[in-house]
């Protein structure tokens, strides 16, 4: 058991040491050889994280963490060809020691840093001016402050509150029928639409609630014991006030971790196809390989867990296109008429905010029980099953009692 929660950690130490070989490596091409092994024991890391079942929520967790780490790897080194990192000339001969310490550094800054915070390919490290001026005891506060809310509200309040509106969620209520609206609207019942209405919402607060939460505990270590500073690590997730339309939600508010890399990678293949740098095409092609690539790693995730990951990607090209079908409307179309000013008016109005969330709720409403009900049809049935077998087994114990 012990040896097999290992493997996993063991793949991804030799993929760390493989990164960090060809991050020093000052010749480009032979970064290249590199890459192979890299990409298999990052995947190795991947497959067999499954040995974490048994630890609630880490095998989806570590998945996450590793599919966004090789696109990651792949843009830093292969696309941006970031440079091998350099001592700086404080003396003239640096002892081994030094340059070891000042590589490992290095790896470390990018390693685990899709988003870049403070490093430059010039230098991989942050001057004494950037450091933010936010108290170290003042920064693990505000992040320890939000474990014990967050896992009072998740398992202590949530619970409660769904128990008390909906008593228990049956399989019938999230069943394949259920995932359609508008083709069925006559058949659909006020518990229907409550249900359906809370979905569309949870699978935000519960990404609020892991990944924060897990950013939360990451931050207050690596801070708490002096090898990261507050500023490396900014809040996750903007603000809800920002929403006002469906690309605001993703530009935002959402958070940015894999969107440096999903960018890079959209970018190298806009050139490749030719498509000329900051027109409206290159933009919108970019937009569907991040929103493409955000479905395929969420679908990594699902598929490891034992879930339909093709949803994931549905769920994720269905956003794109409801974004490009809301800039075309918004940009094109209304000024076509003639009606930018009054659009723009009502878009700084109380009204223009009151529609754009509105919008965004209902794309959701329709949208999240076609991503979301076939895994809660799943686990309601299975929590079925097994109220039946606790029930028989019940049964089977009062007779063998009473006998």
Request: glycine residues 4%; charged residues 15%.
């Amino acid at each position: 058991m012990l040896l097999h929660l290992l493997i996993p950690i063991i793949c991804l130490v030799i993929s760390i040491l493989i990164f960090h070989l060809a991050l020093h490596c000052r010749s480009q091409t032979h970064r290249y050889y590199f890459l192979p092994f890299f990409l298999l024991f990052a995947s190795l890391s991947i497959t067999s994280s499954t040995h974490f079942i048994w630890i609630p929520g880490l095998t989806s967790l570590w998945t996450q963490a590793m599919v966004l780490n090789i696109p990651h790897v792949i843009c830093l080194l292969y696309i941006r060809q970031w440079p091998a990192p350099r001592l700086p000339a404080t003396s003239p001969s640096p002892s081994r020691f030094a340059q070891l310490r000042h590589q490992w550094e290095a790896t470390y800054r990018l390693w685990g840093n899709p988003q870049l915070i403070g490093v430059s390919p010039d230098s991989n490290t942050t001057s004494d001016t950037d450091k933010s001026s936010q108290p170290v005891s003042v920064f693990l506060f505000s992040r320890l402050v939000k474990l014990p809310i967050y896992y009072y509200l998740n398992f202590e309040i949530l619970p409660a509150l769904v128990a008390s509106v909906f008593g228990e969620i049956y399989p019938e209520d999230v069943s394949e029928e259920k995932q359609i609206l508008f083709r069925h609207w006559h058949d659909v019942s006020t518990r229907d639409l409550m249900i359906r209405a809370y979905v569309s919402v949870l699978w935000i607060w519960q990404s609020a609630v892991y990944l924060d939460g897990t950013n939360a505990i990451l931050a207050s270590f690596f801070v708490s014991i002096g090898l990261d500073r507050p500023c490396d690590w900014p809040p996750l997730f903007g603000n809800p006030s920002s929403i006002a339309s469906l690309r605001t939600f993703w530009s935002r508010f959402w958070h940015k971790i894999a969107l440096q890399p999903y960018t890079c990678i959209g970018s190298a293949l806009a050139r490749q196809l030719n498509f000329r740098s900051g027109s409206y095409e290159c933009k919108v092609f970019v937009a569907f390989v991040v929103f493409g690539l955000s479905g395929v790693s969420h679908g990594v995730v699902s598929w490891q867990i034992g879930r339909d990951g093709w949803t994931d990607v549905w769920w994720f090209m269905v956003n794109f296109f409801a974004c490009l079908a809301e800039t075309i409307f918004l940009q094109q179309f209304m000024p076509a008429f003639g009606y930018q000013r009054e659009l723009q008016s009502i878009k700084e109005s109380w009204l223009g905010a009151v529609a754009g969330r509105a919008w965004v709720f209902a794309f959701f409403f329709w949208s999240v029980p076609k991503w979301q009900y076939p895994a809660m049809y799943k686990d309601a049935f299975q929590a079925r099953q097994m109220a039946v077998w606790s029930l028989i087994f019940s049964k089977m114990t009062v007779s063998a009692d009473s006998s």
